[in-house]
């Protein structure tokens, strides 16, 4: 398992847009993926899971991925995170 921790600067947060994004690029993936807000966490693969943990600007996420193809899902988080959020 390896993780990747980020702080949201998108002054919206992490609202239906890039929810939306994310849970696509979730599902393209071998690997698990659990957004952690806190003591909160998330599926990657349910939108409104990730909307319902209400992440906003200045927050900080983990994303914690696991499985076969972790190495090339964590390039993919990094580059959403830096476009996106």
């Known amino acids: 398992m390896k993780s990747y921790d980020?702080?949201?600067?998108n002054g919206m947060g992490f609202h239906a847009r890039p929810a939306g994004k994310f849970t696509k690029i979730a599902r393209s993936c071998?690997?698990?993926?659990t957004v952690?807000?806190?003591e909160a966490c998330?599926?990657?693969?349910?939108?409104?899971?990730l909307m319902q943990?209400?992440?906003r600007q200045g927050d900080q996420i983990i994303f914690a991925v696991d499985g076969s193809d972790e190495d090339a899902v964590l390039d993919?988080?990094?580059?959403?995170c830096?476009?996106?959020?």
């Open 36 to 38: 952690k807000k806190g």
């Open 53 to 55: 943990m209400d992440i």
């Open 76 to 80: 993919k988080i990094r580059t959403f």
């Open 42 to 49: 998330a599926d990657a693969r349910h939108v409104f899971a």
């Open 30 to 33: 071998h690997s698990s993926i």
């Open 82 to 85: 830096q476009e996106e959020l």
């Open 6 to 9: 980020f702080i949201v600067v």
